[in-house]
């Protein structure tokens, strides 16, 4: 495991080599799978990190078991490796949380080095299993469900409520359609998610998905899942632009969870979070309503210009105040000094 600070910024169907050393350019920083030895060596020599499958719940399956065992002896000593995905979506196929914890106490007996994970993509069923390993990885899609983006900001606070304070916590965020469903996220609200995830508690980021395993670009009706890389261009460029801004603001994001602030007035909402390191401070907000709106942060010790990152402008700060403006799922990040603190 990364011994220093590390904000994994993740994907999942990396492929090959080739796509590793693609990714990296990028700005993504962690596989969600391994692969064969060229596969590894390519992570090892760009720094690309590795979750690597476990038993899941075959527990009582030897020859499932003893695959695992040949996997971690094959794959333990390569620097690129971060972790153990223990298991996918358990409380989908009702697996039962004993299951779960044997396998992951299996793995860290195992493996005392590298940290387990499980994803589950519910956001009342998976609170049962998400304590029972090192990382919790919550993922919900809420797109192609019809539901709001705030289901995201719930799931993470669902999943914060059941882990300890120090566990870190990885969102998992949709960038794929079901062929069936012609919807992707627009890029608003793939951003909007984004943000939304981590100002509720994510310290870790990963997508779903960089390619679907059979996907034909000439036949693409015959695929049951399309990613954003193969079929919505503005999506997949909104992603690497979240990449990029993310990778920016890893500095800020490998400490502990701070508390979200919801504020809510008739339609309007805004979520935010305030992250100090020093004298200054990082404030991130998100408008996941349907409605534009107005909205004054007090931070305490604020006092001067506020600068707007990315958008080459700043706002004022009075007596621990400042006021800016929201599109409908708009996200504004800013940055600041304490007064107090000069």
């Known amino acids: 495991m990364k011994d220093e600070p590390f904000f994994p910024i993740g994907i999942y ?3 090959s080599a080739e796509d590793v050393r693609d990714l990296v350019k990028l700005g993504f ?12 060596k390519a992570c090892d020599e760009t ?3 590795v979750i690597a499958g476990g038993p899941g719940e075959h527990m009582q399956d030897y020859d499932r078991l003893e695959q695992m065992r040949a996997s971690v002896e094959r794959l333990y000593w390569h620097p690129s490796l971060l972790g153990w995905y223990v298991v996918d979506e358990p409380s989908l196929r009702r697996v039962p949380p004993e299951v779960i914890k044997r396998a992951s106490k299996l793995l860290e007996m195992i493996d005392p080095y590298h940290p387990t994970l499980l994803v589950d993509g519910s956001r009342h069923r998976s609170k049962p299993y998400q304590a029972l390993v090192q990382v919790a ?4 899609y809420p797109i192609w469900k019809g539901m709001p983006v705030t289901h995201v900001a719930e799931c993470v606070d669902q999943t914060v409520e059941v882990v300890p304070p120090d566990q870190p916590v ?10 069936t469903q012609l919807r992707f996220p627009t890029p608003a609200e793939e951003r909007c998610m984004a943000y939304l995830a981590v100002i509720h508690g994510a310290r870790g980021l990963s997508w779903f998905a960089y390619r679907n395993w059979s996907f034909d670009p000439e036949h693409p009706e015959k695929s049951d899942t399309w990613t954003a890389l193969e079929m919505s261009p503005p999506l997949w460029q909104e992603i690497l632009e979240e990449v990029r801004q993310f ?3 890893a500095p800020w994001l490998v400490g502990r969870r701070v508390p979200p602030i919801v504020e809510r007035e008739g339609l309007k909402r805004v979520d935010w979070c305030v992250i100090e390191r020093g004298e200054e401070v990082l404030i991130l907000a998100c408008n996941p309503a349907p409605v534009g709106c107005q909205h004054t942060f007090e931070v305490e010790g604020l006092e001067g210009p506020v600068k707007v990152f990315w958008e ?3 706002v004022q700060a009075r007596e621990g105040a400042f006021t800016d403006r929201f599109e409908p799922m708009q996200v504004h990040v800013y940055q600041a000094r304490k007064e107090a603190a000069r």
Not at 137 to 140: N, W
Not at 170 to 179: C, G, T, Y
């Open 29 to 40: 920083n962690t596989s969600f799978n391994a692969g064969n030895e060229e596969f590894m």
């Open 247 to 249: 990778n920016e603001l």
């Open 137 to 140: 990885a919550p993922a919900y």
């Open 312 to 314: 080459n402008r700043s």
């Open 13 to 15: 169907n990396v492929r």
């Open 170 to 179: 990885w969102f998992v965020l949709e960038a794929f359609a079901w062929s």
């Open 47 to 49: 720094g690309m990190m």
